[in-house]
């Protein structure tokens, strides 16, 4: 028999608890022994909830009992939570999270000291939730190059895109309506400012590239600009509009960015609504794949969780691959990637657009009588922001292409 603890009794916490009783019978099957959940840690009481019987308040409990082999944190934040796992990995146990920002802040950290003391320190619910791209990256793709990942990584602003999208509603109608059935938080704003997705591409990068991204060096924009107009023009241009984390591995090095670009309809990433999330990746072998699924929620997050704790289990006394090293890998300046972009301009003849951006094709809306849209050839941001400069006022907004 294994035995495991969980820190936290929240959504996730509670659904990793639903996880192992509802499939009992399966796992242990599966796993040839019995899995208990010994202990979850809370500071609240649940009178009359099944974990009442298994609750404790006090973490040395836990980190003391020389029974419990795996814990699950999902306890979220980088407080306790990073004290927590610190502890149990250094006592020897091993450590299961969905926690993207602990991962992204002190994965390298945690992730040494797991491996010095033989144990486990994994996280494939930190990035798509129930989408198993990590296990991915580690096993299947392990003989490929990987030269692109490029995904739709937070449900929250997917579905507010979406949503301004089919009807037409704005930002801040968007957000409420999200808030209002859970999909966002009272402050939303690590996912409306890209700082989710943007910690979530550092994870998946620093394991596809072999060493350490600190996501403090990514560029990052949120949708919080984005405008009914800009939806569109988007429709007019037969693409849409998604808040995409994206990572290439150029000869010149590695570039990181995170902002709206819109996308064409036959990208794979063009058909990916609500809620859900998505991760496109290119390797050198392999070509394109996409991995598509619930990027959140209670089951399948805790489903990924879950699933992590079983390889531990697994894998007692082994290592689980992972190619993150500590080495750190400095970031190419963002201005030097190349790409196109779609400039909304007014008060500019076609002469001074064609001048600045030979080439550039133009969309003209018949509602948008006092504005231009442009789409630039492909050239390198540095030189496109040095073009859009000598424009100053007249260009009222800009957005990145996706092809």
Not at 22 to 28: K, S
Request: glycine letters at 8%; charged letters at 25%.
């Amino acid at each position: 028999m294994s035995k495991i603890a969980v820190l936290g009794y929240g959504t996730v916490g509670s659904g990793v608890v639903a996880v192992f009783n509802t499939n009992r019978e399966l796992i242990n099957t599966r796993e040839g022994e019995e899995i208990e959940v010994k202990y979850v840690l809370d500071l609240r009481d649940f009178p009359g909830d099944p974990v009442e019987n298994i609750l404790v308040h006090d973490f040395s409990v836990i980190v003391n009992d020389p029974e419990v082999e795996v814990v699950a944190e999902v306890m979220g934040g980088t407080g306790a939570a990073y004290q927590f796992t610190k502890q149990c990995l250094l006592a020897g146990k091993s450590v299961c999270t969905s926690n993207k920002a602990l991962v992204a802040e002190h994965g390298q950290e945690l992730m040494d000291i797991a491996r010095e003391k033989g144990v486990n320190y994994l996280f494939e619910a930190s990035c798509g939730g129930g989408i198993p791209i990590i296990r991915a990256l580690n096993t299947s793709l392990k003989a490929d190059k990987v030269d692109e990942i490029s995904g739709i990584l937070n449900g929250t602003t997917n579905y507010m895109l979406w949503k301004m999208e089919q009807e037409g509603v704005d930002f801040e109608t968007a957000l409420k309506e999200a808030q209002a059935r859970g999909y966002a938080e009272a402050d939303p704003t690590a996912d409306v400012e890209g700082h989710d997705a943007c910690r979530k591409i550092a994870i998946l990068s620093s394991i596809a590239y072999g060493k350490h991204i600190n996501y403090k060096d990514i560029y990052t924009e949120g949708i919080t600009k984005v405008t009914p107009d800009d939806m569109e023009y988007a429709k007019a241009m037969n693409r849409r509009i998604k808040l995409l984390a994206t990572s290439h591995h150029t000869e010149e090095g590695v570039y990181i960015l995170v902002a709206p670009f819109l996308v064409e309809e036959k990208n794979p990433l063009f058909g990916v609504e609500d809620v859900f999330n998505a991760v496109f990746v290119h390797g050198n072998m392999l070509g394109d794949a996409m991995f598509y699924g619930s990027g959140a929620g209670k089951l399948p997050t805790a489903s990924a969780v879950a699933a992590d704790i079983l390889d531990c289990i697994r894998n007692k006394g082994r290592l689980v691959p992972n190619g993150w090293a500590s080495e750190e890998l400095d970031l190419l300046d963002v201005d030097e990637a190349e790409g196109r972009f779609f400039l909304r301009v007014t008060d500019a003849s076609y002469d001074e657009i064609e001048e600045l951006f030979p080439g550039a094709e133009t969309v003209e809306l018949d509602s948008y009588w006092d504005e231009i849209g442009v789409v630039t050839k492909t050239m390198r941001q540095r030189e496109f922001k040095e073009k859009q400069a000598l424009l100053g006022e007249k260009v009222r907004r800009m957005i990145r292409i996706k092809d």
